[in-house]
């Protein structure tokens, strides 16, 4: 079975029936992280549809300024999701520098309830990787997910010694840099993501879909010198690995590997 480790499902519009055939035609299991409430609720509404698909609850960085002031809110929210996504920070993209102090606190507050309640962290890093690194160091998240890396080699090599894992997605086609980076993570730490549709569309214009981890898992086995077969078994293995310690998606081996249910 192959990993999309970070999806924006909802974000399909009327290619969402034919994205759930791709997953279920190659057995794609899929986390289907959330930027805001409004994307949370429609994931969970797509996750009923398709058992591959888990559905997560996180704010964006790029949304944390219209929920920084409403953070009680969120939390029966986070309660109910298994899992936490897409949170983090982004001091490049976001170029409004005002805007920083309310992705820190939404940040914050997410990291705090994943420690309580012992749960996967989906991250995004851009621009912020050393801060980043200093609040899961602060938080002990036992289990992140460090989405897209792109940052430099040295905070990258400090996230490993941490024990984050990492995705390696479709701009590892186009870029030296994700290549490099792809060569760096070591095999354990290894997952795969798309950030469809919008991942590939940033890219080339084109909509993305959920074969596209295919294509990703080639690439990567290339700049790695392996075959697709092993970087596939390595992923898979990876994030089987990742949930057993996780008292909220350890029920998903059944799921991930139906030979063992």
């Not at 390696?168 to 030296?176: D, I, K, L």
């Not at 490099?180 to 909509?207: C, F, Q, S």
Request: glycine share 6%; net charge negative.
């Amino acid at each position: 079975m192959l990993i999309d480790a970070h999806v924006h499902l909802d974000k399909y519009g009327a290619d969402l029936k034919q994205a759930l055939q791709e997953i279920r035609r190659h057995h794609v299991f899929t986390i289907a992280v959330a930027m805001d409430v409004p994307s949370y609720r429609r994931s969970l509404e797509i996750g009923d549809e398709c058992d591959l698909v888990l559905p997560t609850f996180g704010i964006h960085p790029r949304r944390a300024p219209e929920y920084v002031d409403r953070l009680s809110e969120l939390s029966p929210l986070i309660e109910q999701s298994l899992a936490i996504g897409e949170v983090g920070l982004d001091f490049h993209w976001v170029k409004d520098s005002s805007q920083y102090h309310a992705q820190v606190k939404v940040l914050e507050y997410f990291l705090a309830a994943a420690r309580e309640q012992k749960k996967m962290v989906n991250l995004h890093t851009k621009g912020a990787e050393k801060e980043i690194l200093n609040l899961l160091e602060r938080y002990d998240i036992q289990r992140a997910i460090v989405h897209w890396y792109s940052g430099p080699l040295d905070i990258l090599r400090a996230l490993i010694q941490f024990g984050a894992y990492f995705t390696v997605g479709v701009e590892v086609s186009y870029s030296e840099t994700i290549q490099a980076i792809g060569r760096e993570i070591p095999d354990h730490l290894l997952l795969t993501e798309t950030d469809n549709p919008g991942g590939l569309k940033w890219l080339n214009g084109v909509v993305g879909m959920p074969k596209d981890v295919e294509n990703v898992i080639d690439v990567i086995a290339r700049v790695r010198s392996s075959s697709p077969d092993s970087v596939a078994r390595t992923v898979h293995s990876n994030f089987l690995h990742m949930i057993e310690a996780d008292p909220w998606l350890k029920d998903l081996r059944a799921v991930l590997s139906p030979s063992e249910g």
